[in-house]
């Protein structure tokens, strides 16, 4: 119950593309959804996070998108530029402060120039 | 604005030795986490602690490992007679009281020989 699921494992769009990674939660005790990017060699960077009392939410380039219902939430990466090639991790955790963040397997994006 | 420091980011262990890694969490965080990251995997939860109180401790092996985070000086994650499957990365994250906001330091990686 305490699983995220994520996918695809790895993908690969043209600059200029839009990169879509899904993932899936079981707990719906969560209520806390932030997506991490991750170089070589690297801590994982907050990208983005969103509640469940929004469906969407976006910040510049990324989006997360949010469906309750399904218990599925999504990051679209807008313009997809080389420089975006890292591993992205999701993750689900309670808002609360003390609770651990259950990750996704991560997906490795290349973005080809 | 120092963010999450850790130290040393990275450290070279023989079978049966002792590996000490060591935290400070961004500065106002009183909540610190230590995930573990396998080659080729995702992180996954080992222990969360506020100064002078282990919190949770499900996720961290049952033998050869401790963490602490005294009153005075980072937190320390311990891991006592290496073996070669103890090779990872070990991050740390630090977050406020109030929200679940996690920052990550660089990372540990850890190499057993």
């Known amino acids: 119950q305490q699983q995220v699921k994520q996918s695809p494992q790895s993908l690969i769009v043209q600059k200029g593309g839009i990169s879509i990674i899904n993932c899936a939660y079981e707990?719906?005790?969560?209520?806390?959804f932030p997506w991490y990017q991750q170089f070589p060699g690297k801590g994982p960077a907050l990208l983005i996070a969103i509640r469940p009392d929004v469906s969407e939410k976006k910040e510049g380039r990324f989006t997360i998108s949010f469906n309750k219902s399904a218990k599925q939430f999504s990051l679209h990466i807008m313009d997809s530029q080389p420089g975006d090639s890292a591993t992205y991790f999701c993750a689900a955790s309670r808002v609360t402060s003390g609770s651990r963040l259950t990750f996704g397997e991560g997906t490795q994006l290349t973005v080809n120039p | 604005n120092a963010g999450v420091m850790q130290n040393p980011r990275h450290l070279v262990r023989r079978r049966g030795q002792e590996a000490r890694l060591r935290c400070s969490p961004m500065?106002?965080?009183?909540?610190v986490y230590w995930y573990r990251q396998l080659p080729e995997e995702g992180l996954k939860f080992m222990v969360y602690l506020q100064k002078e109180n282990i919190i949770d401790e499900s996720g961290m092996p049952k033998e050869r490992f401790s963490a602490e985070f005294p009153k005075e000086g980072p937190s320390i994650l311990r891991i006592q007679q290496v073996v070669r499957g103890d090779s990872a990365a070990y991050f740390c994250?630090?977050?406020?009281?109030?929200?679940?906001?996690?920052?990550f330091g660089p990372g540990t990686r850890l190499t057993v020989l």
């Open positions: 500065k106002g965080h009183s909540h």
């Open positions: 707990n719906t005790a969560f209520d806390y």
């Open positions: 994250a630090s977050s406020r009281p109030t929200y679940n906001e996690q920052f």
